[in-house]
């Protein structure tokens, strides 16, 4: 398989949307359930043994090493889950063993990739009741030669809205070549730009951005919310 060619990035603020309540933020939600410290301690320790994060944190996942994690920086746990948690049937360019940073250009963007995302969630369970979800923005940069298939004609298949075979495909052949991520057109959002970063360690500035509400009327998107 041929290989995309690269394009220098340094993008700065590029977005990415994560529901606030998967947010770590000090305390641990664990101890809303419970006033007795020994409790507390047994569901910790249970939360300690299934967090995929956790885990990969203590060397013993298989798809990501220890060592390409990140620590002692902002928001390291939340670059760390990127990459720790993956969805279990993978997604556009990572499979279900190791995540990626999924990031757009732009906010716009990014609130449509998610939108997307969240309306299929609710139709699949048909959900007829309006629906309100509030997303943390969390911006980083990027500073590294990106591979990039924006306007490759080659790699169109790569972009199919209804399946990520071959773009998971491409994703291995890369992370075996050391790939750092690829750049590519939005599928959610005409114009848009996204990326998936496959190393932790090329996240670099993370911080806070606004807080974003994605409002669903019978499971479609009927308004944004942008706060701070």
């Avoid at 993008?11 to 664990?30: A, C, M, N």
């Avoid at 590294?144 to 790699?155: N, V, Y």
């Avoid at 806070?208 to 669903?216: D, I």
Wanted: net charge negative.
């Amino acid at each position: 398989m041929r290989l995309p060619g690269t394009t220098a990035l340094r993008q700065d603020d590029t977005h990415r949307l994560l529901p606030t309540k998967y947010i770590e933020d000090g305390e641990s939600v664990l101890a809303r359930l419970t006033a007795d410290d020994e409790d507390l301690d047994r569901l910790l320790e249970l939360e300690r043994a299934t967090n995929d994060r956790l885990l990969g944190e203590a060397g013993i996942l298989p798809g990501i090493s220890v060592h390409e994690l990140v620590f002692g920086i902002s928001y390291a746990h939340i670059v760390n889950a990127a990459f720790t948690q993956a969805h279990p049937m993978g997604s556009r360019f990572n499979l279900a063993d190791r995540g990626a940073w999924y990031a757009a250009f732009a906010l716009e963007t990014s609130q449509a990739e998610v939108a997307f995302h969240k309306a299929q969630e609710l139709q699949e369970i048909n959900w007829q009741n309006e629906e309100a979800v509030t997303y943390a923005d969390y911006l980083a940069d990027f500073r590294a030669d990106f591979h990039d298939i924006r306007g490759e004609s080659e790699f169109a298949k790569c972009l199919d809205p209804g399946s990520c075979q071959n773009s998971q495909r491409l994703a291995q052949e890369l992370l075996k070549e050391g790939s750092p991520g690829i750049v590519y057109p939005s599928v959610r959002h005409k114009g848009g730009t996204c990326l998936a970063c496959f190393r932790p360690t090329l996240v670099i500035n993370v911080h806070r951005g606004p807080t974003v509400a994605l409002t669903f009327k019978d499971a479609k998107l009927a308004r944004t919310t942008v706060e701070g």
